[in-house]
């Protein structure tokens, strides 16, 4: 770990004497100037938002050598990507149930188990990726508890023919293609992507795959008509299709047989948008939106099990509207509402014939007024009526001070929430194969435990189950401060402190033991914790063609009853040698489970002067995080229960062989770093050779 120590310190030094570029030619001015929609749900440039933003370009990910969403979010200051569930986004401390995942401002439905895969999302046509941080509920509702990550795709209109075929490690395949034109009022844009893998396996002896082999395939087709320069129309169309093998080792007579399975997943995405400008100060967006998920998971388990079936029908509708206004030059506001009918079908909710919906109608109202020439104030408010649960209110505050040309101060607070989900309410789930446990959903955890007690099945009622009620959402309110330094054309940093206190926090609890030994849980508000810290972040152009960047977080969690129960001498540990016990103190209480404390990356991009070839080294370091309870007192706190820290290695390099053709070449996880256990999604060496053609330049922007 004594690389890693050193790449830490560089980063740390490197960071506090950033600084950022003249505005004019270079990487990290055209950056600030960058219009982002995210933030505000309106455009700002931005270095003028007064929230934590960071912008991933379509060249940065291009060069990075990204195939996937979670390779380029990995490499992201503060973000790190969890494998559990799929790969879910970490952001401030917080879980992947917590950040919210747009595609071109709609949301990514079909989460398992709270977490949405990134692994679904091709970054083959993505223009750039806005990330906010903190909480966003405000603006967009239930799962903007930590943020929004908005992945804007291309759009229509720009004259486009572009095609890209990868091969790498373990059979990996990845071939997308893309076209786009213009016809009078009309543009039209097309994009497909194919990806696969043979799988591999990080355990030699195992007749099971770490990784299964997958094929993925993704759809994307944009319209758009312009019924005059003030009205335009915009329709966009999505399908993904995701068919992975499944494979369980069960015992057969003393022997190890191998079952296979399979799991589709298939998600469909339509949004149409109108859009019409009145005037100079008023504009109004009719958006619809309609997305479908569907999952299937079956397996042939043999021997004295049965086999696996699993089943999962969600859908997401929604119909907005937004209207901003230009009052005067001080002063803008954009308001809008909608309402959303949402709706699940599910064999681990009673029965697929059973449907399961919700209602939720909401409005916002968001206002920016510069009240002096240096100060900006930003406020807003969302108001969200459920029929499932209590309405919530999520305001937000926030305001930019420039200080000086070179000195910028933000600050920001606001309060997040996310709704209890469907698993969580109503999830009616046995698993006979490992120990006969139950899950039930707060909803019909009453009711089942009634019909099992009728039954003769139930031994013996917790206390646990006395607390069930109707769940609350889970709310957050977070502060956010900042300091922005920018004061030539070479160099920038940026340092924010947070904080984020978390109350009603769903977690699981066992509520009933069954006379077979099977334990039975449910969901309930039981717990506080929060989350706190500071990130740095950096740039410096070296050279016209050099250009380096830096990025470091300092993470403190904890759950706030722990740290009362500390403090009053009623938490033991239990010695790793003598096994014997003892008073544990608030310094060897590590927090949330899965946070590492330092998370660091080191970045360095060269390009030539005209842009024929270029190469990329960056560096990514995690410290330890914690894993598992070993001594049975519920915390994390002996070293045998953390994960190891590492630090990876990625490069990549390409050049333009012509005018058309272009190749690219790299390597992800240079030091061939692994962890089976914690890091099963990290095989090691991972390398690849690509080639891409541009059959047509545009000159143009691309619209939306």
């Known amino acids: 770990m004594r690389s890693a120590n050193i790449v830490f310190f560089l980063i740390l030094a490197f960071t506090v004497q950033a ?20 933030a505000t749900r309106s455009e700002r440039l931005m270095g003028n938002t007064s929230v934590p933003v960071t912008l991933i370009s379509q060249k940065m990910i291009t060069e990075s050598g990204s195939l996937r969403l979670h390779d380029i979010l990995g490499e992201q200051t503060g973000l790190f990507i969890t494998q559990g569930f799929g790969r879910g986004v970490q952001m401030q401390g917080l879980s992947p149930d917590y950040t919210l995942i747009l595609i071109d401002g709609e949301p990514v439905i079909g989460r398992m188990g709270g977490v949405l895969d990134l692994s679904r999302l091709t970054v083959g046509n993505i223009r750039k990726i806005e990330i906010v941080k903190g ?18 795709t291309d759009g229509a209109g720009v004259r486009k023919l572009h095609a890209d075929i990868r091969y790498g490690r373990f059979n990996t395949f990845d071939a997308s293609a893309e076209a786009a034109t213009r016809v009078g009022k009309m543009s039209l844009s097309g994009f497909v992507n194919s990806n696969s893998t043979e799988g591999y396996s990080l355990l030699p002896n195992s007749i099971q795959k770490t990784v299964e082999p997958f094929w993925r395939l993704t759809n994307q087709f944009k319209l758009g008509y312009d019924f005059s320069p003030a009205t335009q129309f915009r329709l966009g169309i999505r399908y993904n299709h995701e068919d992975i093998t499944n494979s369980i080792v ?18 469909l995405n339509i949004t149409p948008t109108l859009t019409h400008r009145f005037n100079k100060k008023v504009k109004t967006s009719l958006r619809g939106y309609l997305s479908r998920f569907a999952s299937e998971q079956n397996l042939d388990v043999r021997g004295e099990l049965n086999n696996y079936n699993d089943r999962f029908r969600q859908s997401f509708s929604r119909i907005e509207n937004q209207t901003d206004v230009d009052f005067t030059d001080r002063l803008s506001m954009n308001a809008g509402g909608g309402m959303i ?17 919700n209602q939720i109608g909401y409005f916002f109202i968001q206002q920016e007024w510069r009240a002096l020439e240096r100060l900006t104030i930003t406020a807003g408010l969302r108001y969200d009526h459920n029929s499932a649960y209590a ?22 607070a606001g309060r997040g929430f996310k709704a209890p989900d469907f698993r969580q309410l109503f999830l009616n789930f046995t698993n006979i194969a490992a120990g006969s446990y139950s899950v039930f959903g707060s909803l019909v955890a009453a009711d089942e435990i009634m019909r099992l007690q009728s039954d003769g099945q139930i031994d013996q ?20 401060l900042g300091l922005q330094f920018d004061p030539s054309a070479r160099w920038n940093a940026r340092i924010n402190l947070y904080r984020n206190d978390i109350e009603n926090l769903i977690l699981t609890d066992i509520i009933a033991y069954k006379k077979n030994g099977g334990q039975i849980f449910s969901y309930l508000n039981i717990s506080s914790a929060f989350t706190q810290g500071l990130e740095l972040e950096g740039n410096w152009q070296v050279h016209k063609q050099i250009r380096v960047s830096g990025g470091y977080q300092l993470l403190v969690t904890a759950e706030k009853n722990v740290l009362t129960e500390i403090s009053e001498g009623k938490v033991y540990k239990r010695d790793i040698s003598s ?26 991009f060269l390009e030539s002067s005209d842009s024929r070839w270029f190469a990329n080294a960056r560096l990514i370091y995690r410290s330890r995080w914690g894993v598992s309870d070993i001594d049975g007192n519920g915390i994390i706190n002996r070293e045998d229960e953390f994960a190891k820290g590492y630090l990876q290695a990625n490069l990549a390099l390409g050049r333009q062989l012509s005018p058309v053709l272009g190749i690219k ?31 047509l330049k545009s000159k143009q922007p691309s619209k939306q």
Request: a positive charge.
């Open 135 to 152: 909480p966003s509920s405000s603006l967009y509702g239930s799962e903007a508890l930590a943020g929004v990550i908005n992945i804007i």
């Open 391 to 412: 309405s919530v209110w999520s305001p937000k505050l926030a305001l930019q001070y420039r200080m000086n040309p070179t000195w910028r101060l933000n600050a920001s």
């Open 579 to 604: 096994g014997l016990s003892s008073r544990l103190t608030r310094s060897e209480y590590a927090g949330l489970p899965g946070r590492s404390k330092h998370m660091a990356n080191l970045k360095v």
């Open 461 to 480: 009622i917790l206390p646990a189950y006395g607390k069930l009620s109707e769940l609350k959402p889970e709310t957050s309110t977070g502060i956010n």
């Open 19 to 38: 600084q950022v570029p003249d505005r004019r030619d270079t990487m990290i001015g055209r950056d600030m100037q960058e219009v982002v929609v995210t």
């Open 665 to 695: 070449g790299g390597v992800d996880n240079l030091f061939n770093y692994k962890d089976p256990e914690n890091l099963p999604g990290m095989p090691g060496a991972n390398w690849y050779l690509s080639l891409s053609a541009n059959f």
């Open 341 to 357: 009918f949402e709706s699940v079908r599910s064999n681990r909710y009673d029965s697929l014939e059973t449907l399961r919906s």
């Open 250 to 267: 069960v015992q057969n007579l003393g022997s190890q047989l191998l079952s296979k399975g399979s799991e589709i997943n298939r998600d």
